[in-house]
């Protein structure tokens, strides 16, 4: 054999040895980017990347290598990435998310600010379809508001979380901008009637006491728009997003005729379990009190005497029990601290009902 295939076949061995590396590395790379999908934690790490060239290269003996470890580490890293944005994709591509509206509304800019574009996303007509999409499981995970700044909360999906027994698992706002929306040409003289969301309505309601119009609510701002679409008349209009507009051929004819504006909508992600990740600080639970004087004010001295920040409370009526409700309650901290496990014992041990209902990052 010659010198020259002697080396050659060395260059094979080194060469076997770095393909079972690279298998390795990658196989490793999987787990760190499924580590951070499941807690929410940003793919892309810069400073450990600088870190990753900078040890290497301190490692070589010959410091003429120095600048090729560099860009052969370099290109590792790029195609690590590659790969890995490759799996999220196909793995967000097998989630299904259900949201209420249509294209256009504001829960599917929720759901596309918190989700990106990747998963699969399909909307139902009800808050309460949301829920059995999840039950019934049609749909890995739900959006649906819970909360706006100007007009309060939304009960029905207060009472739903607790009927179906689904969690809370995220949350994203949106600053909300109600516009009237109608057929192109249409002016203001020409409205009567106006079909929105009643949420919607009420965020506009300076707005549309000084008009005598109709308002009439509807399923959605979004379906709102595809109704004026449907109707095509010029005497009717619709109030919601410039989206919804967009997409329905309309146009707006007043822009953000909210009473306030800043007006933000929480929304939340629901899902069927409890998810525990690296960033959560919020809880959410639902409680209610034996009828007895005194005993909220028990229940709430229990976040005080642990430490705890309330961050929200409502209340909604206990169907069948007149003046006894249900406490929803959202508090600061870490299910896994000994401060948090003893108050929610507490709150448990002096509760007529109890149930952690989310385990999330606060916005």
């Given at each position: ?9 060395e ?7 770095l393909?079972?590396?690279f ?22 790490n810069?400073?450990?990347e600088?870190?990753?060239?900078r ?11 120095e600048?090729y470890l ?9 195609l ?14 097998q ?34 379809d ?6 019934e499981?049609n ?10 700044s ?8 207060y ?13 994203t706002?949106l ?14 003289e020409?409205i009567r ?14 707005f ?17 728009a ?6 095509n ?30 007006n ?23 409680f ?42 959202d508090?600061e901290?870490?299910?896994n ?12 041990s ?6 952690v ?7």
């Amino acid at each position: 054999m010659s010198y020259l295939e002697d080396v050659r076949e060395e260059i094979d061995k080194v060469d076997k040895v770095l393909t079972q590396q690279f298998e390795k590395r990658m196989e490793l790379v999987t787990e760190v980017f499924k580590y951070k999908i499941k807690n929410n934690i940003k793919i892309l790490n810069s400073t450990r990347e600088g870190e990753i060239i900078r040890k290497n290269t301190d490692l070589l003996k010959n410091k003429d290598l120095e600048p090729y470890l560099k860009e052969f580490f370099i290109k590792i890293l790029d195609l690590s990435k590659s790969f890995q944005n490759h799996e999220i994709n196909q793995a967000k591509s097998q989630i299904k998310v259900s949201y209420q509206g249509t294209t256009g509304s504001f829960s599917e800019q929720a759901l596309l600010e918190y989700f990106g574009d990747e998963v699969n996303s399909y909307p139902v007509k009800k808050f309460e379809d949301v829920f059995k999409e999840l039950k019934e499981g049609n749909a890995n995970y739900g959006v649906v508001p819970i909360e706006n700044s100007s007009t309060g909360a939304i009960n029905e999906v207060y009472d739903l979380l607790r009927k179906y027994g689904l969690y809370i698992v995220g949350n994203t706002a949106l600053k909300i901008n109600q516009n009237l929306i109608g057929l192109k040409g249409s002016k203001l003289e020409d409205i009567r009637e106006i079909y929105s969301h009643p949420q919607a309505l009420d965020q506009c309601s300076e707005f549309l006491k000084k008009r005598d119009w109709a308002t009439i609510p509807y399923h959605n701002t979004a379906m709102a728009a595809e109704l004026i679409k449907k109707k095509n008349v010029n005497y009717i209009a619709a109030i919601g997003s410039k989206k919804a507009a967009e997409f329905n051929g309309l146009e707006i004819i007043k822009e953000n005729i909210n009473d306030n504006n800043n007006n933000y909508t929480r929304f939340v992600i629901i899902g069927k379990t409890i998810e525990t990740k690296d960033d959560n600080n919020a809880i959410s639970l639902v409680f209610s009190n034996p009828h007895k004087p005194g005993a909220l004010y028990d229940s709430l001295a229990i976040f005080k005497r642990n430490n705890l920040n309330m961050i929200r409370i409502e209340s909604r009526p206990i169907i069948d029990s007149p003046w006894e409700y249900f406490f929803y309650v959202d508090l600061e901290g870490d299910i896994n601290k000994d401060n948090v496990k003893k108050a929610l014992s507490e709150i448990e041990s002096n509760s007529n009902y109890f149930k952690v209902l989310g385990y999330y990052k606060n916005i």
